[in-house]
């Protein structure tokens, strides 16, 4: 008996990995694009950060692109959405049409008044929970600054739930030239806001170093 008293342990562990669910393997992200100021300008850059998403992302994971807008918490700032195909053929055509999308918007793309952020993130929150995926990213392309449209309500805390959040080409406005800590002070919001929320953050300014952008 005392022989197999080893056995006990060892089999009760593989009873609870065997109960517990998998994590899905797939991933889902959602890009929010800032369409203010200077922003209407660099399209090719985000169109650069699209094509780079399209070429890593597999069958099965699924990606959306919407505007920062005057109010985002909204399905109608969405520019493209789609989960990929398990057939490798029906995923390329998806990667295909969901590109085109991308580049339509970007031929009549108008700058909009306000930017608010919270709402597109919210928006965000609410897609990637619907996918069901295992790994979850909202990539922010964006200054950062957040100027809300007179009775829309934003000083709330945001439920992250794991979500990674990655903030892309965060452009330097002028006023940060005079004091620099502005700059600073935006980053440090977000990434407090994100972090108490259970999110993740982190700033990506070379867009020629995105290798690491889905880690």
Same mark, same amino acid.
């Given at each position: *008996?005392?022989?197999?008293?080893?056995?006990?342990?060892?089999?009760? #562990?593989?009873?609870? +990995? #065997?109960?517990?669910?998998?994590?899905?393997?797939?991933?889902?992200?959602? *890009?929010?694009?800032?369409t203010?100021?200077?922003?209407?300008? @660099?399209m090719?850059k985000?169109q650069?950060i699209?094509?780079?998403?399209?070429?890593?992302?597999?069958?099965?994971?699924?990606?959306?692109?919407a505007?920062?807008?005057s109010?985002?918490f909204?399905?109608?700032?969405?520019i493209?959405?789609?989960?990929?195909?398990? $057939?490798p053929?029906?995923a390329?055509?998806?990667?295909?049409?969901?590109?085109?999308?991308?580049? @339509? !918007?970007?031929?009549?793309?108008?700058?909009?008044s306000?930017?608010?952020?919270?709402?597109g *993130?919210? @928006?965000?929150?609410?897609?990637l929970?619907?996918?069901? #995926?295992?790994?979850?990213?909202?990539?922010? !392309?964006?200054?950062?600054?957040?100027?809300?449209?007179?009775?829309?309500? &934003?000083?709330f805390p =945001?439920?992250?739930?794991?979500v990674?959040?990655?903030?892309l080409?965060v452009?330097?406005l002028?006023?940060?030239?005079?004091?620099?800590?502005?700059?600073m002070?935006?980053?440090? +919001?977000?990434?407090k &806001?994100?972090?108490?929320?259970?999110?993740?953050w $982190?700033? =990506?300014?070379?867009?020629?170093?995105?290798?690491?952008?889905?880690?």
């Amino acid at each position: *008996m005392k022989r197999l008293s080893w056995l006990f342990p060892v089999l009760l #562990a593989a009873l609870i +990995a #065997a109960c517990s669910e998998s994590k899905p393997q797939t991933r889902a992200v959602y *890009m929010l694009l800032d369409t203010s100021g200077t922003y209407t300008k @660099q399209m090719d850059k985000a169109q650069k950060i699209v094509k780079f998403l399209l070429g890593n992302l597999s069958s099965g994971d699924s990606l959306a692109l919407a505007r920062i807008d005057s109010a985002s918490f909204s399905e109608k700032d969405i520019i493209a959405k789609v989960t990929f195909d398990l $057939r490798p053929t029906k995923a390329n055509a998806e990667k295909r049409a969901f590109l085109d999308a991308v580049d @339509q !918007f970007a031929k009549k793309v108008k700058g909009s008044s306000y930017t608010d952020i919270t709402g597109g *993130m919210l @928006q965000a929150i609410e897609y990637l929970n619907e996918t069901g #995926a295992g790994t979850k990213y909202i990539l922010i !392309f964006s200054d950062l600054k957040e100027e809300i449209k007179k009775g829309h309500i &934003r000083d709330f805390p =945001i439920t992250f739930g794991g979500v990674k959040v990655v903030a892309l080409n965060v452009t330097k406005l002028s006023s940060d030239n005079v004091d620099p800590r502005e700059y600073m002070k935006r980053l440090d +919001a977000w990434s407090k &806001r994100v972090e108490e929320g259970n999110g993740s953050w $982190r700033v =990506i300014n070379d867009l020629d170093r995105m290798g690491s952008l889905l880690d």
